[in-house]
């Protein structure tokens, strides 16, 4: 069993910051990539920020220069640093991990349970 925890979504107004964070624990031998991914209203689920491993990131267009993702390897966990919001980036935000939990599995898929990132003035 693999569980994936996020904190820190809110309520922020336009041009603020918010520091989102997820601890993956449980059953893990290695992770491969984690990431966020956001899902508006009415839109599909999008990859907002992604790192690998070895530190690799691939940042949504959308949030370049404004989003910055971190990982730390010992603790398993992720971080999305957001800075200068906007009411575009309203959105539950969901922690990925692509990992495995024992050395002969394969690579599989794990999700939190989202947080809500609400931009308004």
């Known amino acids: 069993q693999v569980q994936l925890v996020e904190s820190g979504g809110g309520l922020v107004q336009p041009g603020g910051s918010l520091r989102l964070s997820c601890a993956a624990s449980?059953?893990?031998?290695?992770?491969?990539?984690m990431g966020w991914y956001r899902q508006a209203p009415g839109k599909q689920r999008e990859l907002v920020a992604g790192?690998?491993?070895?530190?690799?990131?691939n940042v949504a267009d959308s949030v370049k220069g404004r989003f910055t993702i971190s990982r730390d390897n010992a603790k398993n966990t992720v971080v999305l640093q957001m800075n200068s919001l906007k009411p575009e980036d309203t959105a539950v935000y969901y922690c990925?991990?692509?990992?495995?939990?024992?050395?002969?599995?394969?690579?599989?898929?794990?999700w939190g349970q989202g947080t809500q990132v609400t931009v308004s003035s």
């Open positions: 990925n991990a692509n990992l495995r939990s024992y050395w002969y599995d394969g690579l599989n898929d794990y």
């Open positions: 449980g059953i893990i031998f290695s992770i491969n990539t």
């Open positions: 790192i690998t491993s070895g530190g690799d990131t």
